[in-house]
């Protein structure tokens, strides 16, 4: 586990490359406390950070082949580096090192490019080949480790985080309005676009190869899902033989090893199939919330852990230390990310570390995975009503039902906005009737679309910039059908789950210097489900179930018997704590200054709640996205302050 970075120069590595090299380095120290290292030659420079998790002395990069003339610098865990070095030892390769990432140079001298498809984890490296004078820039296939790209002609820089592009001088600090207006609509900007002008995001399972004479530079994808054959099997067996052979892999570690817990099936999984190896060395830790709040699942998280035998390591979080870290939090981050759980995995991995545990385990996943959300599910029932009426099958009195109120507050005033169901549905008929056939209707449970598309024109001034991406473009693809459950799967997979909450994980372990492992994304997984799913789709089924029933006999009943919450932190009053303390910034702050906000937008939409004691959605996110602005200026002024001759 580390932090990347690199530069490729067509015309030649100058001094003003090395020495970014270097300042890099620096910039992404906190990814890699443990030391760094270099190689350079001809064109190429590539470095690391190194969090040392496996082979401790030994596994220092770069990594080289035999004879030295394929360097390597990777960031995160080749999972299944026993099984591969055992069959690439037979076939004559001498490693150096017992490095699982040693494995890939190996694996690239057998397969090229395609070692890619021999690596299971999660990963993102850079491998110059200096026999060919090439390049190659890989990603793991659901974009568990992160990689940043700036330039694209005769010289181009990459980086495992934005914030070290920005921190090292590498790129100025511009926002871009068509990020912008994505974020306004998603609450994070989607791969492959980043926050700030002439950087992007290398994409989730893609690879890019980089000649260097002649020139040329190629991007390809090398994974899907939905390619993934189809399995005709007893879901339930199935799921359960593949939950045991991750099982045996997600605990492979020099270093203590322990588990996010919360009150759900999830991260109560995770955490027995890690207590079968590591017994009484596994450390359960948990978040709880001053002033009892109903979304404190500490007391749960407690009852399974005496229940599984599981030492458990409460930390409680008050508002007033939310308020103090917010800008932090929001920098750390590294993409502008509105959600505000971003606090509590903070707080959960600076527990760890501070209690000596550098790899914490984390049961995220699973929802996107396993239909845990209603709107996935909604979003499923709308596609297949919007085909049925399209073939003159469904109307009107199809789309409108009564629904039961819900129990949550925020629950209620959804259900009393929508008119108990029917203004929902009256909405969603009227847009199905016009809408693109090989569209996905994008989901937007919290309103906040529909807040984007009233408000984002009058409170941008960069809107005519702004508007030439369309925030629903993602959606668009006549791939997508007629299996909209297997195409629903990908894109919360490659949207909401990746941006939001992998690179959440990612980014604030990496702050406090914690591996975060993520056993439901692990790629098998993926494929086995959607195998499955291909011949008995599930997406009707209660939530979850499939997982629910490979579970069981693992997990304690009564954990099944809980009602889902989420990692949901008490965020109405965290909002308005937040408020008090930051919300004058839009006023005069820096995305005014710069033209991205009109100044009188915080007046047009100044209200904290929306009539039913919610916050706006859009204008929250706006605060948070000023709180990353002025942190990431911060960082800009900085590097120019300590650039070469200036």
Sequence with gaps: MCGIFGIINRNGLADRDRDLVRRLAAALVHRGPDGEGFAESGSVAIGMRRLAIIDLTGGWQPLWNETEDIALVANGEVYNFIELRRDLEARGHRFRTGSDCETIIHLYEEYGADCVHHLRGMFAFALHDRRTGKVLIARDRVGEKP?????????????????????????????????????????????????????????????????????????????????????????????????????????????????????????????????????????????????????????????????????????????????????????????????????????????????GVPVMLMGHGGDELFWGYKWMRDTARRCELRTAMQGGKAGLRDYISLERPPVSWTGMTNWIRDGAGILRGWREWSHDRQADPDQIPPWDPHGLWREADAFGPAMLACWEEASKVDPSSIFRSAAFWPRSDIAITKLVSETYNCVNGIAQGDRLSMATSVECRLPLVDYRLIETVIGLRKVRPDHRLPPKQWLRDAARGDVPDFVFRRSK??????????????????????????????GILRPEAYQDVHSVGDGYGRPRPLLAHMFVLEAWAQSMQSLADQARSRAPGE
């Excluded at 009053?573 to 200054?593: H, T």
């Design 147 to 355: 990689l940043y790209i700036a330039g694209d002609g005769d010289r181009i820089v990459f980086a495992s985080e934005l914030r070290g592009l920005v921190g090292a001088g590498a790129v100025p600090f511009e926002i871009d309005p068509a990020a912008v207006n994505l974020y306004l609509h998603y609450g994070f900007v989607p791969e492959p676009w980043a926050a700030i002008k002439g950087v992007r995001k290398l994409g989730a399972g893609h690879l890019m190869e980089i000649t260097l004479e002649p020139w040329s530079v190629r991007e390809r994808r090398w994974w899907a899902m939905e390619d993934a054959p189809p399995i005709d099997a007893d879901p339930a067996t199935t799921v359960r033989e593949m939950l045991d052979e991750i099982a045996d892999l997600i605990v492979r570690s020099d270093v203590p090893v322990g588990v996010a817990l919360s009150g759900g099936v999830d991260s109560s999984l995770i955490a027995m199939l890690a207590k079968r190896t590591l017994g009484d060395r596994l450390t359960a830790f948990t978040i709880g919330y001053e002033g009892g709040a109903w979304q404190d699942e500490s007391s749960m998280a407690k009852e399974f852990a005496d229940a599984a035998g599981i030492n458990l390591q409460i930390t409680r979080m008050d508002p007033e230390e939310v308020v103090r870290g917010f800008a932090d939090i929001c920098l750390w981050r590294d993409d502008p990310t509105a959600d505000l759980s971003g606090s509590s995995y903070y707080a959960v991995m600076h527990a760890a570390r501070q209690a």
């Design 565 to 594: 919450r989420g990692f949901s932190p008490p965020w109405r009053l965290w909002y308005r704590r937040l408020f008090e303390r930051y919300g004058e910034d839009l006023r005069s702050g820096y995305l005014v200054q710069s």
